[in-house]
Each structure stands twice: as C-alpha cells, then as structure tokens.
C-alpha cells in the first residue's frame, strides 16, 4: 500500500508564500511523476504543477512565474514553493504520484488527502 501525506498549508495573506510538502511511503518501485493539483467547491480538480523523475516540469499558465514545484527522487517527496500568493490560489491541494509497485503491475495513479491552503486579508 502507498501513501501520500501532504503538509504545509495554512492561511496567508496576498502577497505572501507558502510552501507544500508531500512525501510518498510504502511499497514503492519507482515514482514516474509527481505533481500538484488544486480544487475549489463546485470545480473540477486542476493541475497546478507537475515534474517527472527527469526534472521536467510543467506549471498551470495561471501560477507560472510564481509557483516552483521541486523533487527528490531519493526521498520520494516533492515540494511546492508558492510566492505572490493570489486570492484565487485558495483552494485544497492534492499531491499526486503516478508510480509503479514493481515492474509487473501497471502505473498507478494515486492521491494524497489534500490541504487547504486560503488565502485572504
């Protein structure tokens, strides 16, 4: 079994950081990708960043500039630095990993519980 255990959120005013920790543990053969996704009531979950075990990242369009999303395969955690923090960046944040368990079993897709992050004067 795999969890994934998120920390970090919290309340932070406009203009403010925060950053997001997520660590993978248990049966693990290898972590393809890791990311980080947001969700708002009454919305679909969306990306917010991404990264592969390569280092290559991908940023939703509207954190680009702001946000870094950084990995340590060895540790199989990954962070989310967010700067110049927006009131629409409110939101609860999932970690994601899609991994393997060993090299007979397909990827899969699996989620942390979410933290919520707010962010408001």
């Known amino acids: 079994q795999v969890q994934l255990v998120e920390s970090g959120g919290g309340l932070v005013q406009p203009g403010g950081s925060l950053r997001l920790s997520c660590a993978a543990s248990?049966?693990?053969?290898?972590?393809?990708?890791m990311g980080w996704y947001r969700q708002t009531p009454g919305k679909q979950r969306e990306l917010v960043a991404t990264?592969?075990?390569?280092?290559?990242?991908n940023y939703a369009d509207s954190v680009k500039g702001r946000f870094t999303i950084s990995r340590d395969n060895a540790k199989n955690t990954v962070d989310l630095t967010m700067n110049s923090l927006k009131p629409e960046d409110t939101a609860v944040y999932y970690c994601?990993?899609?991994?393997?368990?060993?090299?007979?079993?397909?990827?899969?897709?699996?989620w942390g519980q979410g933290t919520q992050v707010t962010v408001s004067s």
């Open positions: 248990g049966s693990i053969f290898t972590i393809v990708a």
């Open positions: 990264i592969t075990s390569g280092g290559t990242r």
């Open positions: 994601n990993a899609i991994l393997r368990i060993n090299i007979y079993q397909p990827t899969l897709n699996t």
